[in-house]
């Protein structure tokens, strides 16, 4: 088993910036995907960004040039830097990990608010 931890959220004026951390208990190399997730109220969870173990990356076209994903597997650890972010950025954040691309780990989700 492995436990994903999420940090970094908080409250942000818009046009602001939050970096998300996301520890894992053990050794993240043997994960070949990772990836952020968020869920706005009322809205069905959706991926944002994910990073493969050879640090390809993928963006939701909404986030494009705005977020940015990275992966440091000595820290087992996820960032995502998210950037000038709006009031729709807004919602629950969660870090999901794909280990031997069969086992699949959530985290328990922080929360990012974007005030306009």
């Known amino acids: 088993q492995v436990q994903l931890v999420e940090s970094g959220g908080g409250l942000v004026q818009a046009g602001g910036s939050l970096r998300l951390s996301c520890a894992a208990s053990r050794s993240i190399f043997s994960f070949n995907r990772m990836g952020w997730y968020r869920q706005a109220p009322g809205k069905q969870r959706e991926l944002v960004a994910d990073?493969?173990?050879?640090?390809?990356?993928k963006y939701v076209d909404a986030v494009k040039g705005r977020f940015t994903i990275s992966r440091d597997n000595a820290k087992n650890t996820v960032y995502l830097q998210m950037n000038s972010l709006k009031p729709e950025d807004t919602g629950v954040y969660y870090c999901q990990g794909t280990r031997w691309s069969t086992e699949n780990y959530w985290g328990q989700g922080t929360q990012v608010t974007v005030s306009s």
């Open positions: 990073i493969t173990s050879g640090v390809t990356t």
